[in-house]
């Protein structure tokens, strides 16, 4: 069993967590976990979906990206999650080296 975190969750759900309702558990677990392994997770979540749902409210522009967009995160929410629970850190390309630096920061 993989180990748990100060929430009581194995490290890799409370990870998978983070990604569940996009920036918003994002949050939550930034808040709440002190694991750097979650913590990135969390980071990584929050900037993905925070900056996904902020190009989509750009007036013209992002509405005529929304619908690439939505199917953007649908498709960058299933990986992300399914690789956090098999305890990856999947690191994206700019914003997951972004995240990482910013973890780095918090501790």
């Known amino acids: 069993m993989?180990?748990?975190t100060n929430t009581g969750l194995p490290k890799n759900t409370a990870a998978a967590l983070a990604y569940l309702l996009g920036w918003l558990t994002g949050l939550i677990m930034l808040v709440l976990?002190?694991?750097k392994f979650v913590r990135f997770h969390a980071m990584q979540s929050i900037?993905?979906?925070g900056g996904l749902n902020l190009l989509v409210m750009v007036p013209i522009?992002?509405?005529v990206l929304l619908?690439?967009?939505v199917l953007a995160g649908f498709?960058?929410?299933l990986v992300l999650m399914f690789k956090?629970?098999?305890g990856e850190e999947f690191v994206l390309p700019v914003v997951g080296e972004?995240?990482?630096k910013q973890v780095a920061k918090l501790s």
């Open 33 to 35: 976990e002190k694991d």
């Open 67 to 69: 619908p690439f967009a």
């Open 2 to 4: 993989p180990t748990a």
């Open 75 to 77: 498709i960058l929410w």
């Open 84 to 86: 956090a629970y098999k």
């Open 47 to 49: 900037i993905v979906f």
């Open 98 to 100: 972004f995240a990482k």
């Open 61 to 63: 522009f992002g509405w």
